[in-house]
């Protein structure tokens, strides 16, 4: 038989042979469950940035286009629009609390992306500082109207890829319960 033709030492090398074969599994396997641990929770990350920087861009817009509407009533009657009318706003403070908090995650994101959200900030910024002015006329109103249109579109482009995640994580987790 095979036994009696193993000699000591030779058993004790097969043994740590397959031990090593063994903990080299693992390691491997183990290593896999991780990557697939990280990304589920990089999944997550970014539907949660998508999610919140979605609702505001959606909340920042909607005052915009307020102030917007008000400076081409005013432009619509030939009024002088002065801050006193309201139309300047709000402080940056609420105006950007997530993306601030958060700028160093938009990596989740694909570099396209990314680059629109930070785009998309700087026109906010740009508009909130505009509707500041003492004076505005119809083509910086039309310019207004045109990058909060860029900006909408972006807000609505992270509120779709924060619903499409949510959707395809909702099935998984169905799937792997099943």
Do not use: C, W
């Given at each position: 038989m095979l036994w009696d033709t193993i000699k000591p030492g030779q058993g004790a090398l097969i043994g740590s042979v397959v031990g090593f074969l063994a903990l080299a599994g693992a390691t491997v396997f183990n290593a896999s469950m991780e990557r697939t641990r990280q990304e589920l929770h990089r999944t997550e990350q970014r539907l949660s940035l998508a999610a919140a920087l979605s609702a505001e861009i959606a909340h920042n817009v909607t005052r915009l286009e307020n102030q917007l509407d008000n400076v081409d009533h005013?432009?619509?009657?030939?009024?002088?629009?002065?801050?006193?009318?309201?139309?300047?706003?709000?402080?940056?403070?609420?105006?950007?609390?997530?993306?601030?908090?958060?700028?160093?995650?938009?990596?989740?994101?694909?570099?396209?992306?990314?680059?629109?959200?930070?785009?998309?900030?700087?026109?906010?910024?740009?508009?909130?500082?505009?509707?500041?002015?003492?004076?505005?006329?119809?083509?910086?109103?039309?310019?207004?109207?045109?990058?909060?249109?860029?900006?909408?579109?972006?807000?609505?482009?992270?509120?779709?890829?924060?619903?499409?995640?949510?959707?395809?994580?909702?099935?998984?987790?169905?799937?792997?319960?099943?």
């Open positions: 005013a432009l619509s009657k030939h009024e002088v629009i002065s801050l006193d009318e309201g139309i300047a706003g709000y402080g940056a403070r609420e105006f950007n609390d997530v993306y601030e908090s958060r700028s160093g995650d938009l990596g989740l994101f694909d570099p396209d992306l990314a680059h629109r959200v930070v785009a998309a900030y700087g026109h906010m910024v740009t508009l909130r500082y505009a509707l500041a002015k003492d004076t505005f006329d119809r083509k910086l109103a039309d310019a207004a109207r045109y990058m909060l249109g860029d900006v909408k579109k972006t807000g609505e482009e992270l509120y779709l890829l924060a619903n499409v995640q949510a959707t395809q994580q909702d099935q998984g987790a169905f799937l792997r319960k099943t």
